[in-house]
C-alpha cells in the first residue's frame, strides 16, 4: 500500500470517532458527492473516512458499460469499470479542493501500471468530475503535487456520467468489517447499514490508520 505523507489540515487528519454526524442533520445544499478511484477503493474509502467533514463513504464501480456488474466481472476486465470510491462531505466544513488534494495521499498517482487499465488491469487513478469548476480545481491540484514529484502523475479526468454501482456488502468498510464483533456491537451488519453511517465511515479510516 502506498505509504501517506505527513498529514496537513487540508489531508487526512486524525480521524476523530467521537464528532460523528448524520446526513439527516445536515441541510440537503450543504451535501455534496465527489468520486475518486485509486488503486483498490478499499484503502481510498477508508483514507477519506478519516477526513473532516466527509459524513459518508461506498465503494463500488465507475466508468463501465455493463450495468450492475460484479466485483469478479470487473477483475476480469470485460466491464470497463474500475474501482471507485463515492464520498458525500459537508461543503461548509471541506471543499472539493481538499478532497482533491487529499487524494494525492491515498495511493501512488505515478505508478505506471495504472497506464494499462483494459489491458492488464482494471485498476486506474481517475478523479471523476461533474461539473468543469470540478475538473479545474481537481487540475490545479494535479499541478500543485506534481510540482513536488520528480514523476509523471498519470491520473485521468474523466466526466462523470452519474453511473456509480455499489459494490457487494463485504467491500464496504472492508477494514472495519475485519473487527466484526465491534461491528455487532453498532449493529452494522447489511450493505446498507455500512454505506449509511457515518460511525462506520470514521471507525474504517480509524482502524486502517491509527497508529
Not at 192 to 208: E, M, P, R, W
Request: glycine share 6%.
Amino acid at each position: 500500500m502506498y505509504t501517506l505523507l505527513p498529514k496537513t489540515n487540508s489531508q487526512i487528519s486524525d480521524c476523530p470517532i467521537y464528532e460523528t454526524t448524520s446526513t439527516t442533520t445536515i441541510p440537503l445544499e450543504y451535501l455534496c458527492d465527489a468520486v475518486f478511484a485509486g488503486g483498490s477503493f478499499w484503502d481510498v474509502e477508508a483514507a477519506y473516512g478519516c477526513i473532516d467533514g466527509v459524513v459518508k463513504t461506498v465503494t463500488g464501480y465507475c466508468g463501465g458499460t455493463l450495468r450492475k456488474p460484479t466485483y469478479r466481472e470487473v477483475c476480469e476486465g470485460r466491464t470497463g469499470h474500475t474501482q471507485a470510491v463515492k464520498i458525500t462531505y459537508d461543503n461548509r466544513q471541506v471543499s472539493y479542493r481538499s478532497l482533491c488534494d487529499a487524494f494525492w495521499e491515498t495511493h501512488d498517482p505515478t505508478n505506471k501500471d495504472f497506464l494499462n487499465f483494459g489491458i492488464s488491469t482494471h485498476l486506474r487513478t481517475v478523479i471523476f468530475y461533474s461539473a468543469e469548476e470540478e475538473r479545474k480545481q481537481a487540475h490545479e491540484s494535479k499541478i500543485r503535487r506534481q510540482m513536488k514529484l520528480n514523476r509523471r502523475i498519470v491520473t485521468k479526468f474523466i466526466q462523470f456520467e452519474g453511473d456509480f454501482f455499489i459494490a457487494e456488502n463485504h467491500h464496504q468498510k472492508y477494514h472495519l468489517q475485519k473487527h466484526y464483533r465491534l461491528c455487532e456491537s453498532l449493529s452494522l451488519r447489511s450493505t446498507d447499514h455500512f454505506v449509511q453511517s457515518n460511525i462506520a465511515c470514521k471507525l474504517n479510516g480509524y482502524v486502517t490508520y491509527q497508529p
